[in-house]
C-alpha cells in the first residue's frame, strides 16, 4: 500500500462501546453506522475498529472498557452515548493514558474542573442544545415557559441550561418520572398554568408519549425541545403530531455546506435511511482521528493530542472546532419539524447561539 | 388550583387504572386459577401493540389494528401455553418465574430481530382525536374518556363472563379446587388454555389502546408489568373485583401524587427542591400504598379464596 505521509505507518486500533440493544439502541446504532461510513469512505487499512454492544448498563461497559485496553491493546476508546456510562467510563481510561473521544455523551463534570487532556468530546457538552433553546426562547418573546424534564441529572442539567438563556418568568418547573410514558398529569397542570410555551427534555420514547398526548388534548401552546426529542429516528413514531415544533441542534440534514450534502447522499446510500446528529457525530468522530492518524503516530501522544486538537476535519456541521477543554466551540441552530413527502424531518430556522461555547470551559485548567 | 385541573387530573387516574386493570385482569386470573406467576404477560400486551401498529399501518385502519392486537396476543398466548407453560404449573414459584423470564427476553429480542429498534408509528384513530368538552367546560383528550368507557365495558364484560356464563364456573370452580372440578370431568388442560388465552388478550388489546398515546417500542410491557403485580397484590390474588379496585386505587393515587406532592412541599420549600423531593416521593407512593394497605390486609383488598 503506498502511503501518503510519513508519520501514518502506525496502525491504530479504536474500541468501541456503544448501545447496539435494549432501550435507546438506535442512538448507538445511528453512531456506528456514522462512524463506520467515515472509516469505509477513508479506505486506510491501518485504522482497526472493534465493536462492543454495553445494551445501556454501565458495568457493563467498565468490563469492556477494562478487556479492550488490557487484552486487546486498543489506542483510543469512544462510543458512548449515555452520560451516566461515560462516567463511569472516561476517567479510569484517560488516567490509563489511552485517548476517548466522545461521540455523545458530555457530562459537565469532564467539561470543567474534570477535564482532560486525554479527553475529547466530538458531540456537543450537554449543556449545549438547551441553551440553544433558551436563547431562541427570549428571541422570540416568550415571557412564561413551562418547562419539564425527567428526575435524573441530564435532565436538571437540561433545565439549567434553558434557564441560563432563557430571560422571561417560568409558568411551572416539573420534573418526572425517567421512563415514564404517560403525561395526562403534566398536560393537565400545562393547561391550567397559562404558559405560552413548553420547554421539554424527553428523550426516546417518552418524547414520542408526549408529543401524541398532547396533540390530543386540546392544549395548543407551543412546544419546542432540543433536537433529541425530534430526532429522525423519533420523528418517524411521532408522525404528525411533531409538525411545526421548535428544537434547537448542531447539525441538520439541510445544512448548506459540501460536506454535508455528502454526507447526507453517502449515508442513505449506505443504509437506505436518513442520518440522524448522532450518525453526524460518530462520522466527525471516525474523521477526528483518521485526521490525526495522518499527522502524527498515536504511540507519540503529545503529537496525537495536537493534531486531533487541531480539529481538522471537513464536518457536515460546517465550522467545527475545539474550545480549550476539547469541547467543540460550535453554532447551535433552531430547527422546524415540517412533512417533506412522505417523511418528517427537520428544517433549519435559524441560528440561535452562533460559535457558542459551554458554560463550564472557563473552569478547565487548559 | 381550580377544580377543573383536579376534575381532570382524576379522569387522568381513572384512564391509567382501567387500562392497569385490562393488565392485571389477566395476570390476576392466570395466578388465581393455575397458580402460575407470569412474567411474560408484559410481553403479551408488547405483542398486541405490535400487531395493532402493524396492520394498522398498512390497512389504514386502527379498528383493524385493534382486532389484529387481540388475535394476535390471544394466539400467542395459547402457543406459549401449550409450548411452555403447561410444564410449569406443577413445578415451584422459582421454575415459574426463571421461565418467563426467558420468554420475556425471547419476545423482546424476536420482536427486535422482526421489527428493529426504532419505536413503531401508531396514531388514535381519526374519529376519536382531539378534545371533548364535558360538562362544566372541562377540555379532556376524547382517546383517554374512550378508554375509560372501554376499560369498564370490559370490566362489566368480566364479570358477566365469570359469574354468569358456564366457562365463568369453571373458572372459579379451578380456582377453589383443582382436583375435583378434574374429578368432575372437565378438560382441565382445555380450560387452562382458554384462561391464559384470555388473560393474553386482554393484555394485548390494553397494549394496543396505550400503544396509540405512548409509543410502540421493544421492553414497552415491563413497566406495566410491574404496576399490574402490584395491583393484583394490593386487590387481592385471584380476584378479578381486587383487581379492578386495585388498578382504580393504583391510577388515582399515583396521578394525584404526581400533581398533588410537588405542590403540597411548595406550601414550605423552595421551588425546585420541592419539585425533586414532591417528584421523588411520588414515584415511591403506590409502593408506599402497597405496603400499607398489606400491613392492614396481608392478602389484598379482596383474597379470591376467602
Request: include cysteine; charged fraction near 15%; aromatic fraction near 10%.
Amino acid at each position: 500500500m503506498c502511503l501518503a505521509g510519513a508519520a501514518t505507518a502506525e496502525p491504530v486500533k479504536v474500541g468501541m462501546i456503544t448501545t447496539l440493544t435494549g432501550g435507546g439502541s438506535g442512538l448507538g446504532i445511528d453512531v456506528r453506522d456514522g462512524f463506520m461510513l467515515a472509516v469505509k469512505q477513508a479506505g486506510n487499512k491501518d485504522l482497526e475498529v472493534v465493536i462492543e454492544d454495553d445494551a445501556r448498563k454501565p458495568d457493563l461497559a467498565v468490563q469492556i472498557a477494562d478487556k479492550m485496553i488490557q487484552s486487546e491493546k486498543v489506542d483510543i476508546l469512544t462510543g458512548i452515548i449515555w452520560s451516566n456510562l461515560a462516567m463511569a467510563v472516561v476517567p479510569s481510561t484517560v488516567a490509563q493514558g489511552k485517548f476517548y473521544i466522545s461521540p455523545n455523551a458530555g457530562p459537565s463534570a469532564l467539561a470543567g474542573k474534570g477535564c482532560n487532556a486525554n479527553y475529547f468530546n466530538a458531540a456537543f457538552q450537554n449543556d449545549n442544545l438547551h441553551e440553544g433553546m433558551g436563547a431562541y426562547a427570549t428571541k422570540a418573546g416568550f415571557k412564561k415557559s413551562f418547562i419539564m424534564a425527567p428526575n435524573y441529572p441530564a435532565g436538571k442539567d437540561a433545565l439549567t441550561g434553558y434557564k441560563r438563556f432563557y430571560k422571561g418568568d417560568l409558568a411551572g418547573e416539573v420534573y418526572t418520572k425517567l421512563g415514564q410514558k404517560d403525561y395526562a398529569a403534566e398536560i393537565a397542570q400545562i393547561r391550567a398554568s397559562g404558559a405560552d410555551s413548553v420547554f421539554v427534555f424527553l428523550p426516546g420514547g417518552m418524547g414520542i408519549a408526549f408529543m401524541k398526548q398532547y396533540a390530543q388534548s386540546g392544549v395548543d401552546v407551543p412546544v419546542m425541545g432540543p433536537a433529541f426529542s425530534f430526532d429522525q429516528g423519533i420523528l418517524k413514531a411521532v408522525g404528525p403530531t411533531a409538525v411545526g415544533v421548535k428544537n434547537s441542534s448542531h447539525w441538520s440534514k439541510d445544512l448548506d455546506n459540501a460536506a454535508n450534502k455528502a454526507f447526507v447522499e453517502s449515508f442513505q446510500a449506505e443504509y437506505g435511511r436518513l442520518p440522524s446528529l448522532y450518525a453526524v457525530q460518530g462520522f466527525d468522530t471516525a474523521n477526528l482521528i483518521l485526521s490525526a492518524m495522518g499527522k502524527a503516530s498515536v504511540k507519540d501522544a503529545d503529537a496525537f493530542r495536537a493534531a486531533l486538537k487541531a480539529g481538522d476535519i471537513a464536518s457536515p456541521r460546517g465550522s467545527f472546532k475545539f474550545g480549550n477543554n476539547q469541547h467543540p466551540i460550535q453554532t447551535i441552530y433552531v430547527r422546524e419539524v415540517i412533512k417533506e413527502g412522505d417523511v418528517y424531518t427537520n428544517k433549519i430556522v435559524g441560528a440561535a447561539l452562533e460559535n457558542h461555547q459551554d458554560a463550564y470551559a472557563s473552569d478547565c485548567k487548559m | 388550583m381550580t377544580s377543573t385541573l383536579l376534575i381532570e387530573q382524576l379522569l387522568n387516574g381513572l384512564q391509567f387504572g382501567v387500562m392497569l386493570f385490562l393488565m392485571a385482569a389477566g395476570l390476576t386470573l392466570v395466578f388465581g386459577v393455575m397458580g402460575l406467576i407470569n412474567l411474560a404477560h408484559g410481553a403479551l400486551y408488547m405483542v398486541g401493540a405490535f400487531a395493532c401498529a402493524t396492520v394498522a399501518t398498512a390497512t389504514g385502519s386502527f379498528w383493524i389494528g385493534i382486532v389484529a392486537s387481540l388475535i394476535a396476543a390471544a394466539f400467542a398466548g395459547t402457543l406459549v401455553e401449550m409450548l411452555v407453560i403447561r410444564r410449569l404449573y406443577k413445578r415451584d414459584h422459582l421454575d415459574q418465574v426463571l421461565a418467563t423470564f426467558a420468554l420475556i427476553l425471547i419476545f423482546s429480542e424476536g420482536t427486535r430481530w422482526v421489527f428493529g429498534s426504532f419505536p413503531l408509528y401508531l396514531n388514535v384513530p381519526e374519529i376519536l382525536a382531539g378534545p371533548i368538552t364535558l360538562p362544566g367546560g372541562l377540555q379532556y383528550p376524547m382517546y383517554r374518556f374512550a378508554l375509560i368507557v372501554i376499560g369498564f365495558l370490559v370490566a362489566i364484560g368480566l364479570y358477566l363472563l365469570i359469574s354468569k356464563t358456564r366457562l365463568g364456573v369453571r373458572i372459579r370452580a379451578g380456582e377453589s379446587d383443582r382436583e375435583m372440578i378434574a374429578a368432575l370431568g372437565i378438560d382441565i388442560r382445555m380450560l387452562y388454555t382458554v384462561v391464559f388465552a384470555l388473560g393474553a388478550a386482554l393484555a394485548g388489546f390494553a397494549g394496543a389502546l396505550v400503544g396509540a398515546i405512548q409509543s410502540v417500542q421493544v421492553g414497552m410491557g415491563e413497566p406495566v408489568l410491574i404496576l399490574a403485580f402490584v395491583v393484583i397484590v394490593i386487590g387481592g390474588i385471584g380476584s378479578i373485583k381486587g383487581a379492578l379496585i386495585g388498578a382504580i386505587l393504583v391510577g388515582v393515587v399515583d396521578t394525584m401524587g404526581r400533581f398533588l406532592l410537588p405542590a403540597a412541599f411548595k406550601l414550605f420549600m423552595e421551588n425546585s427542591a420541592a419539585t425533586s423531593v414532591g417528584s421523588a416521593l411520588a414515584s415511591m407512593l403506590i409502593y408506599i400504598l402497597m405496603a400499607i394497605i398489606l400491613v392492614v390486609k396481608p392478602r389484598g383488598l379482596f383474597p379470591a379464596n376467602g
